[in-house]
């Protein structure tokens, strides 16, 4: 079982910046491709980025493409989203995901999940 925590949501005004964090204690981190997903109220999850196990391949929803980054960091066991230029849009619960083979843009793709961290973007 892959246990996955999300930090560094909160509130933020339009334009401004967010790092989120998803941490893990899995000894085979490395294995695993990771994901971003959002969930806002009354609506779907949704994929956000993904990155592969090595961090060199990672590709992005196009709502956020430009504004976000997805990195991993294999040494610390932590994924990462940096998030510039946020807009009310980007408010929602974000999860990182992890799974086993392959780029996965889809809720099932994913084998484990951690809580989630709320942002909210205010205009």
């Known amino acids: 079982q892959v246990q996955l925590v999300e930090s560094g949501g909160g509130l933020v005004q339009a334009g401004g910046s967010l790092r989120l964090s998803c941490a893990s204690s899995e000894r085979t981190f490395s294995n695993y491709y990771l994901g971003w997903f959002r969930q806002a109220p009354g609506k779907e999850r949704e994929f956000v980025a993904v990155?592969?196990?090595?961090?060199?391949?990672?590709d992005y929803a196009d709502s956020v493409k430009g504004r976000f980054t997805i990195s991993r960091d294999n040494v610390n066991n932590t994924l990462y989203l940096q998030m510039n230029s946020l807009e009310p849009e980007d408010t929602a619960v974000y999860y990182c995901?992890?799974?086993?083979?392959?780029?996965?843009?889809?809720?099932?793709?994913?084998?484990?999940w951690g809580m989630g961290t709320q942002v909210t973007v205010s205009s």
């Open positions: 995901a992890a799974k086993r083979t392959g780029f996965g843009y889809s809720v099932r793709a994913y084998d484990y």
């Open positions: 990155i592969s196990r090595g961090g060199a391949s990672t």
